[in-house]
T-cell receptor, first 113, second 113 residues
Framework: QQQVKQSPQSLIVQKGGISIINCAYENTAFDYFPWYQQFPGKGPALLIAIRPDVSEKKEGRFTISFNKSAKQFSLHIMDSQPGDSATYFCAATFNNAGNMLTFGGGTRLMVKP | DAGVIQSPRHEVTEMGQEVTLRCKPISGHNSLFWYRQTMMRGLELLIYFNNNVPIDDSGMPEDRFSAKMPNASFSTLKIQPSEPRDSAVYFC???????????FGNGTRLTVT
């Protein structure tokens, strides 16, 4: 059972544009939603995370928007740069499960110069 | 900080052979996770240790897979006998405690022919 659905599978954005990746979850017990960035040949690296007590979190050019009622959350990359080209994974877990993460299927982002 | 160190980076073996993957977590981290990444199934949690003790191994595919953590600085994931469907990238990750940010190694790409 896929508990976290991620879309799109791939995304091409022009330099300077906004990249938007969406995730939807099923388990209402989830209460921690991180995003990971993975470059080829590397392991995923934590990018930004949110808990459901806030609707938005921003760190630099990266913003998570969270809609608890819709059970959806999204990653926005503002002013996208070629160096942002990577695969992005959303994930979810619940309080006493810690890093036992359920990952989305991933989005391969390409930012064209 | 050397990060999470995995070895080997690549492993090619024949069906039926035993395969051992190794992981050195970040010093001082108390939680260690093994994840598997495939195109079909994405990132899946296999097993998680806390203070060297296996806490949840419900993601281990079958009895051919076993994991150990004999001390705080070393863990192994063993597959015996290996099968072609085990071909994947296996990631080890560690965190200071169970709900601290997760740090992934660069993975071991396993190919079973």
């Amino acid at each position: 059972q896929q508990q976290v659905k991620q879309s799109p599978q791939s995304l091409i954005v022009q330099k300077g544009g906004i990249s938007i990746i969406n995730c939807a979850y099923e388990n209402t017990a989830f209460d921690y939603f991180p995003w990971y960035q993975q470059f080829p040949g590397k392991g995923p690296a934590l990018l930004i995370a949110i808990r459901p007590d806030v609707s938005e979190k921003k760190e630099g050019r990266f913003t998570i928007s969270f809609n608890k009622s819709a059970k959806q959350f999204s990653l926005h990359i503002m002013d996208s740069q070629p160096g942002d080209s990577a695969t992005y994974f959303c994930a979810a877990t619940f309080n006493n499960a810690g890093n036992m993460l359920t990952f989305g299927g991933g989005t391969r982002l390409m930012v064209k110069p | 900080d050397a990060g999470v160190i995995q070895s080997p980076r690549h492993e090619v073996t024949e069906m039926g052979q035993e395969v051992t993957l190794r992981c050195k977590p970040i010093s001082g981290h108390n939680s260690l996770f093994w994840y598997r990444q495939t195109m079909m199934r994405g990132l899946e949690l296999l097993i998680y240790f806390n203070n060297n003790v296996p806490i949840d191994d419900s993601g281990m595919p079958e009895d051919r897979f076993s994991a150990k953590m004999p001390n705080a600085s070393f863990s192994t994931l063993k597959i015996q006998p290996s099968e072609p469907r085990d071909s994947a990238v296996y990631f080890c990750a560690s965190s200071l405690n169970v709900d601290s940010p997760l740090h992934f190694g660069n993975g071991t790409r396993l190919t079973v022919t």
